[in-house]
Each structure stands twice: as structure tokens, then as C-alpha cells.
């Protein structure tokens, strides 16, 4: 069935064969000159069979074996301006760690890469690195196309599940305490950065979970076959092993405020990392209907209670037929891959754009298109249709057609008139994407927040508020694990400078 149905072991005996002459060159003296790097074909991530992974829940990209790993990193050409860290949002030196790995020595790599970046197992599975590093780098743009460029993302993983795999995780150094305590509200990357960059400077982190498992997104909602939860456990254990302490089910704004964290309880300052919980909505008629879900429901009863599991767990979950999911980005890939593992017969993506306007990543989407899932784009719903016990029938659909481009550059889809129709499903997911969860702004006096609910902060991330920060999704609106980080690690660095 060609190459890209070959197994993992086939993949790497193809790495194996030309890596052999170019660590040969080398043993002898020799170097690899760039025209011979630009020869080096992309490796290959092998999957899952199609066929067989919508039916289960497990990982479905198997990761890169050793000789795919060597050979994709012999690809960098070590450029010494490093174009593709400046494209990463928390500046992992990647020249660097790709260069550990051409030696074959994978934990100095995964050490290279956690100077900056403690989630590298995350990241390299999540991160949208086409629209970052890799859209930087050299390689890809010598070769003209962000298809040839570097995998670095894949090597990442690689790496860091070397490292685990080969129980050769280190827990990072601690300084002595210092007495000051740090409170960080929220466990997912944004927060789980913080405590790691606070804690590694000797203050006494206590992190704030709302719901009774940590990771935040990365565990209610990224589906297992992205992202195994055991690895977001992994690198939560690490932070335990760092003295950092979590308190789960305990909802800031309700449990404590900020406020009385501060004043009562004695901590010298707060992060707030609540991410964006509040699903958006479509606003047009038989919303409300049975069958109808936000693709953040959906998810949380899927990923974090287990829904796919149903001999283990007592989750209920909508038996589904016929599922449309509205919506373009990674959250409705996820969402419809999600119902297909959960028995739906048929699964359909809505939406107004084309796919080169999708947000969605390119490696997704293909995913979902190998899985049987259809995409209907050019539509959208103008109503939801239901019987007369309020369950979901069916949609009325309004075809369109691309326009002027919009504030985004992306052109605006523009209602073809008399074109509607109807669309026969049971189940309606809505993935338009998240607004700021108003409980904790509307807790927190004098906490400046923009019209959406966001709240605003400095270049340190810092609030209105003293010795109150911010980062993550509640600031920056939906955005991506890596970002997330980022704006972590900005206020990590203002948090240890102020408690200096």
C-alpha cells in the first residue's frame, strides 16, 4: 500500500541503511557538507494503521526509532544564527540538542532542551511547530517548502521519550528554600511552568486545581490518542519530586480568593493560570436541543472521566450516529476523531472556510481524513432541527463561497443566497472556540480585565493587581501549549525577581 503504510521496524531498517555511510564519514574524520544534508530525505513519523486506530483510543503517531531519529537530525545544518529558536516561543536551544542527538547521546539532548522547556514529551506531540520553529528553518526554506524543513518537534519527542523510557529522567536542581511560598492557580502548561521555574529557586509552591486530576488541558482536552495522559503524569511527578504541592478540587474564587490566599493564607505571590474554559456558541436556533454539545464537554467526558472506557468507567456519554462537529481548528479535529473512537457511524466537519483557511494543523487534519472523517467545507448550520421530544434530527445547512480576506488574512466566507439545505444527523459538537471562565475575574476586586474577560497584564506578566500574575490562555484567549509556556516562564522570571 506504499511507504506511508510501513511499520515502525520498516522505517527505521530504511534510516538505518543511509545512515550507515554517513556515521562511517565521520568515524574516518570526514564532515557532512549541506548539499549532501539537503539530500537526507524527511523521516517519516509511522502511525497506526487508519483502519484499525479509529477504533481505539491509543497513540496514533508511534514516534520516530533511533536510526530515524539520527538520520532526521544529520538533516540540521547547525546554522549559527539559529533562525528556528527565534521562532520558538520559550527559546529551546535547538541547534543545540539536535547536535546531541547526530552524537547519539539522547539524554544531553533532552537535558539541552529542558534549560528552557520542562514539557518536551508535550510539546513534541502537540505543538504546532510548522507556524513556529520549523516555519524558521533553514532546511525547509532551501528546499522551498515547510515540508522539507527540520523535524524538530519530532525529535523532541524522541527524545524525551528516550529519556523516560529508558528511566533516565533527572528531577532539575533545587536551590535552598527560602521561606517565601508561591501560589499558582491551575495546572495546566502555563501554571506547571511557573511552579517548576519558581520552585527551582527555592520557594514553596503550592499548585491550585480545580478539577481532580492536573495537566488542565493537556488532560480534559487533548484525546488520549494525541496525548497519553501518563505522560502529562510523568512530568507532574517530577514537579512533586521538586517539593511542589497540589491541592485538587479546589476552585479559586469559590474555595478561596485570591484575595484571602494572600492575606489569610500567607502567600507572597500568585500566578493565575485558569486557561479559557467558557465554550463559545453558534446563537442560532435548536441550540438547546438533546444532542447538542460544546466540544469542551464533549472532550472532558471523553479524556478526563474516561468516557471511551465504558467496561471501566460509568461516564455517560451521547450515543451517536450521524455527527457533525462545527469548526475548523484542533479542538474540532480532536472532537470528531473523538466520536468516530466512540462508535458514531459517520462523522462530518463543518465548515465555512476551505481547508487551506483551516487553523487546524495540517498533520490533524490528515489524520481525521485517513479515519473516514468527512469534511462538508464552504457550509454552515443556520439552525438545528429536532423532533418533537427535543432530541437532534438534522441541520439546516447554508452553503458559501470565499470572499474579500479578513482583519486575519483569511478570506471571509460569504452566504451563497437559496442555497440551504438539509443535513440528517443525531449529534451536533460545537468547536468555535473558548471564552474566559468570568468566576475568578469577577471574584478578585480591582483585577483589570479587556471586554472578552481576559486579564491584562505587563511585559512580566504582571496584573493590576500587586504580586499578582498572569499567563496562558486566560490572557492570551485560546492559544497553544507552547505559548502558554511561554508567557510561564516570563512570569516565573518576574516571580523570582521580586521574592529575590
Not at 546531541?100 to 520542562?118: C, H, P, R, V
Amino acid at each position: 500500500m506504499g511507504s506511508e503504510m510501513k511499520t515502525k521496524e520498516e522505517l527505521n531498517s530504511d534510516a538505518e541503511r543511509l545512515l550507515e555511510p554517513i556515521l562511517a564519514k565521520k568515524a574516518a574524520g570526514g564532515t557532512i557538507s549541506p548539499k549532501e544534508r539537503l539530500a537526507i530525505p524527511v523521516q517519516e513519523m509511522p502511525t497506526q494503521d487508519p483502519a484499525a486506530r479509529g477504533k481505539n483510543v491509543s497513540e496514533v503517531a508511534l514516534g520516530y526509532g533511533e536510526c530515524q531519529a539520527r538520520l532526521e537530525a544529520e538533516r540540521c545544518l547547525g546554522c549559527k544564527n539559529a533562525p528556528c529558536v527565534r521562532g520558538c516561543p520559550v527559546q529551546v536551544p535547538i541547534p543545540r540538542f539536535i547536535e546531541e542527538i547526530q552524537k547519539g547521546d539522547f539524554k544531553a539532548a533532552a537535558d539541552t532542551i529542558k534549560e528552557t522547556n520542562l514539557l518536551p514529551a508535550v510539546c513534541g506531540r502537540v505543538c504546532p511547530q510548522e507556524k513556529q520553529c520549523q516555519l524558521e528553518c533553514t532546511v525547509g526554506k532551501s528546499l522551498k517548502s515547510i515540508d522539507n524543513a527540520v523535524a524538530i518537534g519530532r525529535l523532541e519527542r524522541f527524545v524525551a521519550d528516550w529519556e523516560r523510557e529508558n528511566n533516565k529522567v533527572t528531577v532539575p536542581e533545587v536551590k535552598p528554600g527560602t521561606g517565601k511560598k508561591v501560589a499558582v492557580v491551575g495546572s495546566g502548561p502555563a501554571g506547571l511552568t511557573v511552579a517548576a521555574d519558581v520552585a527551582r529557586e527555592g520557594h514553596r509552591v503550592t499548585i491550585f486545581e480545580a478539577f481532580h486530576k492536573t495537566g488542565g488541558v493537556m488532560v480534559y482536552g487533548i484525546p488520549e490518542f494525541r496525548l497519553p495522559k501518563s505522560i502529562v503524569q510523568a512530568e507532574v511527578d517530577i514537579l512533586k519530586k521538586m517539593g511542589v504541592s497540589i491541592e485538587t478540587n479546589f476552585l479559586v474564587g469559590r474555595t478561596r480568593t485570591v484575595k484571602e490566599l494572600m492575606e489569610e493564607d500567607g502567600f507572597d505571590a500568585v500566578f493565575i493560570g485558569v486557561g479559557a474554559g467558557l465554550p463559545k456558541f453558534l446563537g442560532c436556533p435548536g441550540e438547546n436541543l438533546v444532542g447538542v454539545f460544546s466540544a469542551n464537554e464533549y472532550l472532558t467526558r471523553a479524556n478526563l472521566m474516561k468516557a471511551y472506557d465504558a467496561e471501566k468507567s460509568a461516564t455517560p456519554i451521547y450515543q451517536s450516529r450521524i455527527v457533525a462537529v462545527i469548526g475548523g481548528g484542533n479542538v474540532a479535529m480532536d472532537a470528531a476523531r473523538m466520536a468516530l473512537r466512540l462508535g458514531a457511524a459517520e462523522v462530518h466537519v463543518i465548515y465555512r472556510r476551505t481547508r487551506d483557511e483551516m487553523p487546524a494543523r495540517a498533520e490533524e487534519v490528515e489524520h481525521a481524513m485517513e479515519e473516514g472523517i468527512v469534511f462538508d467545507f464552504l457550509r454552515n448550520p443556520e439552525k438545528i432541527l429536532g423532533d418533537d421530544q427535543g432530541r437532534v434530527t438534522g441541520m439546516e445547512v447554508k452553503k458559501y463561497e470565499l470572499g474579500e480576506p479578513d482583519a486575519s488574512g483569511r478570506r471571509s466566507p460569504v452566504p451563497i443566497a437559496g442555497s440551504e439545505y438539509i443535513f440528517d444527523c443525531d449529534t451536533v459538537i460545537v468547536a468555535l472556540g473558548n471564552e474566559s471562565n468570568p468566576l475568578l475575574t469577577k471574584t478578585t476586586d480591582n483585577l483589570d480585565v479587556d471586554r472578552r474577560g481576559r486579564i491584562i497584564v505587563n511585559e512580566d506578566q504582571k496584573t493590576s493587581l500587586d504580586r499578582v500574575y498572569a499567563g496562558g490562555d486566560i490572557v492570551l484567549g485560546a492559544a497553544t501549549v507552547i505559548l502558554a509556556m511561554g508567557e510561564g516562564r516570563k512570569a516565573a522570571a518576574a516571580i523570582n525577581t521580586l521574592l529575590k
